[in-house]
């Protein structure tokens, strides 16, 4: 089973950049998919990047520019780097990974099986 570990969410004023990292644990599968996605109260869970086992990267377009998802294979850590952060950023951020099999990642949560337990990032005027 695949255990995914958020960190370095937190409070940054609007402008300000935010880097997420996800740490995973447990059978890795070939072929996958991660991403983020973010969350409000009350809301349905947004797509916000993905990135496959080639790298290749899809972005929604509200974040297009701003963010940046990347891994590192080796310590089997996902990032999301946050740039020119707005208020509108505010939001619960969650990893997650797909089992495989997706022919290109999708931005639809219901692809994805395992996900991290949320880091929060709130951004203020």
């Known amino acids: 089973r695949v255990r995914l570990v958020e960190s370095g969410g937190g409070s940054v004023q609007a402008g300000g950049s935010v880097r997420l990292s996800c740490v995973a644990s447990?059978?890795?599968?070939?072929?996958?998919?991660m991403a983020w996605f973010r969350q409000l109260p009350g809301q349905v869970l947004e797509g916000v990047a993905v990135i496959d086992n080639n790298n290749v990267t899809t972005y929604a377009d509200s974040v297009k520019d701003r963010f940046t998802i990347s891994q590192d294979s080796a310590k089997l850590t996902l990032y999301l780097q946050m740039n020119s952060l707005k208020l509108e950023d505010t939001a619960m951020y969650y990893c997650?990974?797909?089992?495989?099999?997706?022919?290109?990642?999708?931005?639809?949560?219901?692809?994805?099986?395992?996900w991290g337990q949320g880091t929060q990032v709130t951004v203020s005027s």
């Open positions: 447990g059978y890795h599968y070939s072929g996958y998919c």
């Open positions: 997650t990974q797909d089992l495989g099999g997706q022919l290109s990642c999708s931005m639809s949560a219901m692809e994805y099986s395992y």
